[in-house]
C-alpha cells in the first residue's frame, strides 16, 4: 500500500518526522497559552473563564472529528493537514491581535478548527504512507505528540513569562508552525486517485464498526485519568511535601519525557511480537501501582517524584498502543473516518479528566482519584482485548488497509 501512492518522499524517516512535527505544533494549540495564562487573564479581565482559553480548541477536536475525518477520506489527507496548518496560523495571528476576550475566544475557536484538521489528517497519512514494523514505529512516535506538545512550552516558559510577551506565545507558534506547512507542501506525498464513492462509505462503516469504539474508549480512559494527574499533581506535591509549586511543576515535565519514552518502546516491542494485550497489561500495573501510590506518605518529595514518573511512563505505555488503529478500520478508504472516531473520543478523556480530578479531590483526598486510575484502567485492559481478539478485522480486510500488525493476535 505505502508505495502505491505519492512520490520518492514515500514513507521516508523525513516525511514521518515532518507529519509529527506538524501534529505536535497543531496540539500544542492547547497548551500555548499555558505559560502566558496569568498574563492573559490580566489583560482580557478573564476572571472565572480564564479556563476556556486553554480548552476551546480541544472542544472543537472533542465535537469535530469524526466530521473531519469524513473529509479525510474525501479530498484527501495532505490538503487537509495543510489547511489545518493555515487555518491554526490565521488563528494565531488573530489572538496575537485580539483587543477583547470575545475575540480572543472566537481566534482560539478557529485555532481548535485547525488543529482537528492536523490531528485527524496527520495519523491518517502517517498510516497512508508507511506498512509493517515501519507503520508501528511511526505510530508510537505518534502516539506521543500529546505529551510531547505540552513539555515544548515550558521550554520557553521563562521569556513569555516577562510581562507584555503573551502575544508571542501566538505568533511564535504561527512562525513556527507556517515554515513547517511551507515544507509539507514540497516534501509530503499526496494520496493516489481513489473512486469517490468507495470514499463515501467510510464515514457510515467506521460508524457501524464497534472496533474504534472500543479503542477510542481505550485512549479516552488513558487521557482521562493522565490529564487529570498532570493537571493535579503540581497543588498535590506542594502541599503534601512542602515544595514550591514551581519545583513541584518539573515533576510534570520530566513525567512528560517518560510519557513520551513509554509511547516510543511500545513500536519496538510490537517488532518483537510482544503481544498488545501484554503490552497493554505492563502499562497498566505501572499506572495503577503509581497512581494508588501517590496517595500514600511517602519517604519524601524525591520519591513521590519517582512514583509520579513511574504513572507518566506507564500512561505513555498504554498510549503507544495508537499502532493498532489500522486493525479497526473498516477499510483502506475509511482510514480518516476511523482516526477521526478515534481521536474524538480520546479528546472526550481529555475534557473531563481535569475537572474529574479536581472534583475527586476536593475533599483533600488521594482515595477518590485513584478509584478513577484503577476503573478507566481495567476499561483499558478490557477495550484492547475487545481490539484484538474480537474487533480486528480478518486478514484480508487488514490487508486492504495495510499490513495485518506483526502481534496482533
Known sequence: MADSDGTADQGSWPSIFLIYAIGVLGATTISQVIPVIGQLAGVFRAGPQVGWIISSPSALVAIGALFTGWIVDRVGDKL??????????????GAALAGTFPMLLTMR???GIGYVGIGVAAITMMIRITQGPRRNLALTLW?????MSFALPFLVAGPLSQPGRWPWAFNGHAIVLGALLLVGLARLPARGSEPVTSRNAGLAAVVRSPGPYALGLCFACAAFVQTGVVSTLPHLLASRYGVSIAEASSVGTAGMLLNIVGCLIVGPMLNRRVRPLSIAIGGVCFTIGAGV????????????????????????VIVGLWALLPIVAPSRQS??????????????GVLFGPPAAFAAQAGGQWLPEARNIVIASL???LGIWLVVHKFAHTAGSQRAVGEQLPSAH
Not at 502516539?143 to 505529551?147: A, G, L, N, Q, T
Open 293 to 316: 501510590a501517590l496517595g500514600l506518605s511517602l519517604p519524601g518529595f524525591s520519591a513521590a517524584a519517582a512514583v509520579s514518573c513511574a504513572f507518566f511512563f506507564g500512561s505513555g
Open 80 to 93: 487537509v493537514l495543510l489547511a489545518g496548518s493555515a487555518i491554526v496560523v490565521l488563528g494565531d495571528i
Open 379 to 381: 476499561v483499558i485492559v
Open 335 to 348: 482510514l480518516g473516518a476511523t482516526s477521526g472516531m478515534v481521536t474524538q473520543l480520546t479528546l472526550w
Open 143 to 147: 502516539s506521543s505528540f500529546i505529551p
Open 109 to 111: 475557536i478557529v485555532e
